[in-house]
C-alpha cells in the first residue's frame, strides 16, 4: 500500500505520469551520449545502448538509496502514531523505484529486441544482475536508514558519496578503459560487477571478471546481512529519534 501511495504522490497531476520513469533517464543517455561521445570521444559501439543499459539500473540504485536514507525520517508520523513492521518503510521506497526500472527495462528490452540488438544466450545474465542488485541496495538502505535517524547528517553524506560512485562505476565507459594495474582494485566496488552484468547481458559488451562478481556477490550479502542486524537492533527506538 505504501509503495502504490508513493508511485501516486510521485506521479500526481503529470501530463506523462509512469512514463517520466523512463523518459528521465532517455534525456540523461541523450546528453550524456553527446558529451561523451562526441567531445570525449569515447569508442564505443552502439554507444546510447551501452550508456542506457548502465543508467537505468543506476538511477534505481541511486533514487532508492536517496529516498530510502530519508523515509524513516519523511514518514516520522506514521512512526509516532502506528505499530506495524518498520521494514515496511525502506521496503517501500526501494519497491516504488523497483517498478519505476522495472518498467523501464522492459520497454528498453523489448525495443532492442525488435530491432535485433538482444542475444538471448546473454540476456540470461539480467536476472542475476537484478537479483544482485536489489540485495546490495536493500543492505544499504537498512543500514542508512537506520543511522540516518540518529544521525541526519547520513542522508547528505549519501548524496555526495553517490556523485563519486557514478564516477567510479562503469557506466558511461566499458571495463576495457580501465587501467590494468587497477584493475583488481577497481574490481572490488560492488556496482562494477552489477553494471557489468547489464551491459554484457543487453548489448554483449565486457562480460565482468570473477574478482568483479565474486565482489558484489560478497559485498552485496555482507552488507545485506550489516544491514539487517542494524536496523533491527535500532528499530525498537526509532520513535524516541523522530
Not at 27 to 38: A, D, G, T, Y
Not at 157 to 163: E, F, S
Amino acid at each position: 500500500m505504501l509503495t502504490v501511495k508513493e508511485l501516486k504522490a510521485r506521479y500526481k497531476s503529470t501530463y506523462f505520469g509512469f512514463l517520466w520513469a523512463f523518459i528521465n533517464p532517455l534525456l540523461q543517455m541523450i546528453i550524456l551520449s553527446i558529451v561523451f561521445k562526441f567531445f570525449f570521444r569515447i569508442q564505443v559501439e552502439n554507444y546510447s545502448i551501452f550508456l542506457f543499459s548502465g543508467l537505468l539500473p543506476w538511477m534505481f540504485f541511486s533514487l532508492s538509496l536517496t529516498s530510502g536514507t530519508s523515509t524513516l525520517i519523511d514518514n516520522r508520523d506514521i512512526l509516532k502514531k502506528v505499530v506495524f513492521p518498520r521494514e515496511i518503510l525502506p521496503l517501500s521506497a526501494i519497491s516504488a523505484n523497483f517498478v519505476n526500472f522495472a518498467a523501464s527495462m522492459v520497454i528498453f528490452i523489448l525495443v532492442l529486441a525488435i530491432f535485433g540488438f538482444i542475444n538471448f544466450n546473454q540476456i540470461i545474465f539480467l536476472p542475476i544482475a537484478i537479483v544482485l542488485q536489489l540485495v546490495l541496495t536493500l543492505g544499504i538502505v537498512l543500514l542508512t536508514s537506520a543511522l540516518n535517524i540518529v544521525y541526519r547528517d547520513v542522508a547528505y553524506i549519501i548524496q555526495a558519496g553517490l556523485i563519486l560512485w557514478f564516477y567510479v562505476s562503469p557506466i558511461f565507459y566499458p571495463l576495457s578503459f580501465v587501467p590494468e594495474k587497477f584493475a583488481n582494485l577497481y574490481s572490488l566496488n560492488p556496482t562494477v560487477g552489477i553494471i557489468g552484468l547489464y551491459h554484457y547481458s543487453v548489448i554483449g559488451q565486457d562480460f565482468p571478471s570473477t574478482l568483479a562478481i565474486s565482489a558484489s556477490f560478497v559485498f552485496s550479502l555482507a552488507l545485506c546481512l550489516i544491514g539487517l542486524l542494524v536496523f533491527e537492533k535500532k528499530k525498537a527506538n526509532f520513535a524516541d529519534y523522530v
